[in-house]
């Protein structure tokens, strides 16, 4: 992993954690985030990513530990913007969701062709695609889960904001950012690949 990486998780986590709103929803936000940093310490020797995953999860862990600060539904900068643009929401989980769906892509897309799951530039999208859906449908089970056995104190959690559609339209945000990333940074992360052995000439 990347030195900058560590100083700046690190960083952003001790200032998430400082006084936030709630520390049982900040617990439920930020912990995808430990399990990240977890799972890419312990495999940071026998399977180190490219920089430019590196790079997307460290953005992704930034934008959970900043929604579990505030919660979702209270980040400034989005209050702002929603005063601004006439927003009836904080839309700052719809950010989240897109990431949600943005960066597992590109992970998802280079375990697939550095283990050569799967062949052709068809196959690899059809899989990447359906990953990142499959985690977008899980986390909102949690969601459910977490609603389900905590009752109100889960709303912040949850971050519907009286948004009856929420789980629908949240899912379809990660699905425009797994296709996204995929259109935009395919041939970035093809060149980065390279120094794994993976062959892009057919991707």
């Known amino acids: 992993m990347p030195n900058y990486w560590y100083g700046v998780f690190s960083a952003v986590l001790l200032w998430s954690g ?14 995808p985030a430990l399990l990240g940093f977890l799972i890419m310490w312990i495999t940071r ?16 862990c930034v934008i959970l530990m900043v929604g579990g600060h ?46 050569k799951a799967v062949n052709g530039r068809a196959w690899t999208g059809f899989f990447v695609i359906t ?7 899980f986390y909102e089970l949690v ?10 104190s889960a709303e912040a959690f949850l971050g519907t904001q009286g948004d009856i559609w929420d789980t629908q339209s949240d899912m379809f945000l990660a699905l425009i950012g797994a296709v996204s990333a995929l259109l935009t940074l395919s041939g970035i992360h093809n060149r980065q690949l390279i120094q794994y052995g993976v062959t892009t000439e057919k991707l």
């Open 131 to 137: 990953t990142c859906l499959a985690i977008s449908a």
């Open 45 to 60: 020797k026998r399977f180190p990513l490219t920089a430019l995953v590196y790079a997307l999860v460290l953005a992704h």
């Open 70 to 115: 505030y919660t979702y539904a209270e980040v400034p900068l989005f209050d702002w913007l929603r005063e601004l643009l006439a927003q009836e929401r904080n839309n700052y989980d719809k950010l989240g969701h897109f990431a949600q769906g943005f960066v597992p892509a590109l992970v998802a897309r280079e375990i697939i062709l550095r283990k």
């Open 143 to 152: 969601e459910w889960w977490v609603a389900w056995f905590s009752g109100e």
């Open 18 to 31: 400082y006084a936030p709103k709630e520390y049982f929803t900040w617990f439920l936000e930020v912990f």
